[in-house]
């Protein structure tokens, strides 16, 4: 995967660049491994009311264990569709665009982690 640009249908001002992490990614809580990938990527997103978001990661679904879904709780964003919810006993440490909407279909089948509910290291893929 190279750089890829997708685009709020409705502001095309709100865009998110998508490139490949080119690194190792590793996730822990709690010296459990819940996710380890060389097939990452990242998501910079840029939004006119808030500027540049912070990075995120997303790791492919396969690479992933020991979530559990959050029953009953879904937000949607305009530029990437509708989000579900994951957690670790019983707290919530990921979500997933599981339902994207048209564009951002790369997004499906990926998983992002909140960077302040776990911990996320990168090193040189092998």
Known sequence: MSETIIRNPGN?????RIRPLGRTVTVTSGGATLARSDAAFVLAEEAPRYGKLPEVIYIPSADVSGLTPVEGKSTHCPLKGD???L???GRQVAW???RC???ADVLSG???FYADR???ETQSAA
């Open 101 to 103: 909407i048209d564009g």
């Open 118 to 120: 776990v911990a996320i």
């Open 87 to 89: 957690a670790l006993d």
């Open 83 to 85: 989000a579900s919810y």
């Open 110 to 112: 990926y998983i992002a």
């Open 96 to 98: 997933t665009y599981d």
């Open 12 to 16: 095309r001002d709100h865009l998110a």
